[in-house]
């Protein structure tokens, strides 16, 4: 015989209102015991981070002892990194605001993270077109390669925008002679150039034009230079592969707006900032550097747009104070917690089974009937 039980018409405001209540508390849940999780490569990004920090105070201290106090409207991080408006070996005009979000060490964990994404492996020959307008990266991608163990080729130009390492008695020359022979650093630039417009910074003072001669001789580094761009360009080229030797140069870093590495502003805007694959369309019909490599299919790193840049690897712009290494999205990412949001959803399906289908809920949630008059008897199952 078949079994009859009474079963409610519908279910009552009480069981919605719970199960709802208790939805909401497990949302709450899920949102507050999120894990943090260490990203890809984090003991390279780590190290290279720590790397770039030393780095910076050496810099730091070597600037206060030849220059005198850092200025702080300038430099608000006291970084040492920030070079003045206006000097004889400026090239450019520059932003500010870019220069003063570059001093931070974890920039360099940024660049162990683009470089890993191009594909490099230990013991990979990486060109690099250095120019003085943004010194902390130029300290970042060291940084990374040593990190990582790569064997960088560079070229630096020794002149520098608005706010770059354009102090005629600290250039990126002597930055980076200063780290190596500190032993901070393990390498240094293969050569140098005046840098500046069409790379012999053109319409520079003769006063400037000495003072970037001077620092390219005290560096100890052979000079490029010729007046016609395409021959600049293939002296580069077999610069980087005649050290790389029979070793393929795996990817090019570009940093700043060198005209030749980049071909003019124009070039420098069609690459977008970071990892570039494939160059742009547009970009095949301008000869430089990074075209050169991009047409043989060697990966880009474009490291210009520096605030756009920040934004995307959430580092923070302008900083008031220099940022410990290991700050940041680039090591750790906070994620939901799968086991605790999978419990919780298995927790609400349950309640939802013994409230309802169950007709527990009608049990537990039924108070006394407040009318005294007949009722309509409820349907039988």
């Known amino acids: 015989m078949k079994k009859i039980y009474w079963r409610p018409g519908k279910v009552s405001r009480r069981i919605h209102l719970f199960v709802a209540l208790m939805a909401a ?12 999780t260490k990203q890809p490569h984090y003991a390279e990004k780590m190290k ?7 780095s910076m105070t050496a810099i730091r201290d070597y600037r ?13 991080a006291g970084s040492g990194m920030i070079g003045t408006l206006m000097s004889p070996i400026t090239s450019n005009t520059g932003n500010l605001e870019a220069k003063q979000t570059t001093v931070n060490p974890n920039w360099a964990a940024v660049l162990v993270d683009l470089l890993k994404r191009a594909g490099v492996k230990k013991g990979d020959y990486i060109a690099i077109g250095f120019s003085g307008s943004f010194p902390a990266m130029n300290l970042a991608t060291y ?11 560079a070229i630096s130009g020794a002149s520098a925008s608005m706010w770059g390492a354009n102090e005629p008695d600290l250039t990126w020359l002597k930055m980076e002679k200063l780290l190596y022979d500190q032993k901070i650093l393990p390498f240094r630039s293969s050569a140098a150039t005046l840098g500046g417009q069409g790379d012999k910074a053109l319409g520079m003072s003769k006063k400037g034009l000495e003072l970037l001669q001077k620092a390219i001789t005290e560096s100890g580094l052979p000079m490029i230079y010729t007046s016609v761009p395409k021959e600049n360009i293939d002296i580069r080229m077999e610069t980087y592969k005649s050290i790389a030797k029979d070793s393929p140069i795996v990817v090019y870093v570009n940093v700043g707006g060198g005209t030749v590495s980049v071909g003019t502003a124009v070039g420098k805007k069609l690459f977008k900032p970071g990892l570039n694959r494939r160059p742009p369309a547009r970009a095949l019909s301008l000869d430089s550097v990074m075209t050169r490599f991009a047409k043989d299919g060697v990966p880009i790193i474009h490291l210009s747009n ?3 840049l920040a934004r995307r690897y959430q580092l923070p712009q302008t900083p008031q104070s220099v940022p410990s290494p290991g700050d940041g999205v680039i090591f750790w990412r906070e994620e939901y917690n799968l086991w605790a949001a999978s419990a919780i959803l298995a927790l609400l399906c349950g309640l939802l089974f013994v409230l309802i289908r169950m007709d527990l809920g009608a049990r537990l949630f039924s108070g006394p ?3 005294a008059g007949p009722q309509q008897p409820q349907q039988m199952v």
């Open 48 to 54: 290279a981070a720590r790397l770039m920090r030393d």
């Open 306 to 308: 520096i605030v756009e």
């Open 143 to 153: 940084c990374a390669a040593a990190a990582l163990e790569l064997n960088p080729v």
């Open 64 to 76: 206060l002892k030849r220059l005198g106090p850092i200025d702080r409207e300038a430099d608000p």
């Open 25 to 36: 508390l497990g949302l709450l849940t899920v949102e507050t015991v999120k894990t943090r």
């Open 369 to 371: 009937s407040k009318s």
